[in-house]
């Protein structure tokens, strides 16, 4: 599926989560989302069940209505999903509810930010980057962390084409430029 349909759908949810004759929550709705498609990555059973033609659309719909029940989604999101599965597109779930949290971080201003750090951080040391990487950005940032050993040490942030290198390896790097640029 390509990456232009998962964002129509992502888009309409997006629309419907954001609409007060809903009365959806877009962070229940993200919840909800991520948890069937968790779900639905785990199970090889789950998967063939929903991505299989030989399995008629009532069955399937009977399928996400238990499971919707099991992990408490609202009516919005298992109309969604049902919309999905009629229209064969289960296969592209995980691509839908990535370009859905897209959707719900462009309506309120916030931005991804991915943050590589030498070592695992500290929720204290995740805290204090986010909210410097909000006063960099002028807005609100949603950091997505990793771990990279290679950097030696210190955390490397990239919010969209803009890196901030605070790592050994970069001011290493930098400090040896600055060294064969004097000689």
């Known amino acids: 599926m390509s990456l232009a349909l998962a964002n129509r759908y992502a888009r309409a949810l997006a629309d419907l989560a954001f609409d007060p004759q809903t009365g959806a929550d877009p962070d229940a709705i993200g919840r909800e989302l991520s948890a069937f498609v968790d779900q639905y990555e785990s199970s090889a059973a789950l998967r063939d069940a929903l991505a299989t033609p030989a399995v008629t659309i009532a ?11 099991l992990l408490g989604l609202s009516s919005v999101t298992r109309r969604f999903l049902f919309v999905v599965i009629e229209h064969g597109r289960a296969r592209a779930l995980k691509p839908m509810r990535d370009a859905f949290f897209a959707q719900v971080d462009a309506r309120r201003g916030v931005v991804k930010a991915e943050v590589i750090s030498a070592a695992p951080l500290a929720p204290e040391e995740k805290i204090e980057i986010e909210k410097g990487l909000e006063r960099k950005a002028g807005r609100g940032v949603r950091c997505e962390f990793s771990v990279d050993p290679a950097l030696l040490g210190g955390v490397l942030a990239r919010i969209g084409s803009t890196v901030y290198d605070g ?4 001011r290493l790097g930098g400090l040896a430029a600055r060294l064969t640029a004097q000689v």
């Open 59 to 69: 069955r399937k719909r009977a399928v996400v209505e238990k499971i919707g029940v």
């Open 167 to 170: 790592s050994v390896r970069g």
